[in-house]
């Protein structure tokens, strides 16, 4: 499973902004945005939510 992280803090905590066709992330921690957020490979039993 693949999630997008923040590339300024590796924030995962990140949510999408919806706006255009492709839309924007947007960090919840630093408040970085952009559309091209980088994506980063994770374990399913890692996850915490
Ligand atoms: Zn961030």
């Given at each position: 499973m693949r999630i997008k992280f923040c590339?300024?803090?590796?924030?995962?905590?990140i949510e999408m902004s919806s706006g255009g066709l492709t839309g924007f992330w947007n960090c919840k921690k630093c408040g970085y945005n952009g559309t091209l957020f980088p994506e980063k490979e994770i374990n399913e039993k890692k996850i915490t939510k």
């Open positions: 590339p300024k803090c590796k924030s995962t905590e």
